[in-house]
């Protein structure tokens, strides 16, 4: 059965024109990819967990800072290998200077027997929608048309 995510995408306005808050992953093999590797910050539902209790737990984890305000739902959505997302909107403003990600350890280089940890997330970046379209992962881009759709002017 796939798994279900649960997680935030955070908007801030400058007048007509949003800006959305992406994340990119940690980890050796996020390393070296960018166009198509960015996402909201996001994280699994533990057991008996409500989805918007997640998606507060995993910005809090994967940023350093609990977001102040009230999410709203924005949509689901599956990805390419079947897991659920649900994702809330939220304006805010974090300072992506203040990032500091929780940690997770794996075996690495493979089959090397040495044990290494890396952030979950390595780097967050406030983008225009436009320059989220070409980062965000591409079964995440749904989200950022119906934060479009439903907070335009």
Avoid: C
Wanted: zero cysteines; charged letters at 25%.
């Amino acid at each position: 059965m796939p798994k279900t995510s649960a997680g935030i995408l955070m908007y801030r306005r400058s007048g007509p024109d949003l800006s959305v808050l992406l994340v990119h992953p940690g980890g050796p093999f996020w390393a070296s990819r960018d166009t198509g590797a960015w996402t909201i910050p996001k994280g699994e539902l533990d057991p008996g967990e409500e989805p918007l209790s997640a998606a507060l737990r995993e910005f809090t984890e994967e940023l350093g800072s609990h977001p102040g305000g009230d999410p709203w739902l924005l949509g689901e959505i599956r990805q390419r290998a079947g897991k659920r997302v649900i994702a809330y909107a939220l304006e805010g403003d974090f300072d992506v200077a203040t990032l500091s990600s929780n940690r997770f350890e794996m075996e690495w280089p493979p089959r090397s027997g040495r044990m290494q940890a890396f952030p979950e997330v390595d780097r967050a970046a406030w983008m225009s929608l436009d320059q989220a379209a070409a980062k965000i992962i591409p079964s995440q881009q749904p989200l950022l048309d119906q934060l479009a759709r439903l907070t335009r002017p």
